[in-house]
């Protein structure tokens, strides 16, 4: 049996870099992933990444044929709140997986295997916090604690009859989210951070930003410089010059906070990863020192233009709005 599968309805064109993706899920062959989506764009899709091709009209009557009433879901950004409720909207396809999960498309997956232990998977009903790698243990009461009553309410039936973005579907954003709806109910949530996540404020630099679940806040690291991520036939690793040597750590996936990105005629095992564009590597500039400094860790034409969308920028404008108000 397949430890996961991680639902993604998915509505549009792809990142340009979406192909990396389907790559980097290929090495990770004990989790499937099953896309919803009107994309039909010629990829070279993995045996592990499934599709179901479908309008978004057609998937919000999916959804609302779930739920007896009326939903709110008139554009496909909507879906992320709908996110805690996929074991349940999709349950018919995901009786043969012990976990399901949701992730995000600006990712590239290192190697799963590695961070998710079977103990994590036996002792946990919720792994991570953070909704681009969120895991559910698939139990039929874990699919419906979404539809709890909190306190004489029901979060998820104002969240599913808003239109805007309630982040229904992670910790940052307040307190009504599915995190709280688990931890109320006394369920076992694994809430390290062991992604390699950049924050969406820096925004022409790599900063590595991870979210702290006991002051609810997500802290930037302070040093950034000299460091260079990679993707190393199936690994995420960020490398380091310290103390006139090269060390490394590895992270379980890279969250890219949906940059635009530029892509030189990649090899299939060993690239780098800065700020706006994938790079090639020999194994020479991974293993020497001198070779490790000629490789750029910044690209030059770093314009916001160039880095994201303008849906983005409004995105990170909003986000950074909100960082401020949190914080303050």
């Not at 991680?6 to 509505?11: E, R, S």
């Not at 409720?85 to 999960?101: K, V």
């Not at 996540?197 to 790599?206: A, I, M, Q, Y």
């Not at 020479?284 to 400094?293: A, M, T």
Request: hydrophobic share 35%.
């Amino acid at each position: 049996m397949k430890k996961c599968c991680f639902v993604i309805p998915y509505f549009g064109e792809f990142p340009n870099y979406f192909q990396l993706f389907l790559n980097s899920c290929k090495k990770n062959p004990d989790y499937d992933w099953l896309f919803f989506t009107d994309n039909k764009v010629d990829y070279s899709y993995p045996d592990n990444v499934k599709k179901i091709y479908m309008s978004f009209n057609d998937l919000r009557e999916l959804i609302q044929s779930r739920f007896q009433f009326k939903i709110s879901l008139a554009k496909p950004f909507k879906l992320c709140d709908y996110r805690p409720a996929f074991g349940y909207i999709f349950e018919r396809y995901l009786s043969e997986y012990s976990w399901w999960g949701h992730c995000d498309v600006d990712t590239l997956m290192g190697d799963l295997d590695k961070f998710i232990s079977n103990k994590m998977l036996n002792d946990y009903d919720k792994l991570f916090d953070l909704g681009h790698f969120i895991m559910y243990k698939n139990t039929f009461e874990n699919n419906r604690l979404f539809m709890s009553e909190i306190n004489g309410t029901y979060w998820y039936k104002e969240v599913f009859t808003i239109d805007k973005s309630m982040i229904f579907d992670e910790v940052y954003g307040g307190k009504k989210n599915i995190n709280t709806i688990f931890k109320m109910s006394g369920k076992r949530i694994f809430e390290n951070d062991l992604s390699l996540n950049f924050s969406p404020v820096k925004l022409t630099r790599f900063v590595k930003t991870t979210y702290n679940p006991s002051s609810e806040r997500f802290e930037d690291e302070g040093l950034y410089k000299n460091k260079l991520v990679v993707w190393d036939n199936g690994h995420i690793f960020r490398y380091e010059i310290h103390d006139a040597q090269l060390t490394k750590k590895e992270y379980m996936y890279l969250h890219l906070q949906s940059r635009n990105m530029k892509s030189e005629e990649l090899g299939n095992s060993l690239f780098a990863v800065i700020p706006n564009k994938f790079i090639n590597l020999n194994r020479s500039d991974l293993v020497l020192l001198d070779h490790f400094k000629k490789v750029p860790k910044i690209e030059s034409d770093l314009s916001l233009e160039n880095l994201f969308s303008i849906d983005k920028l409004i995105y990170l404008v909003r986000s950074i709005k909100n960082n401020i108000k949190k914080n303050n």
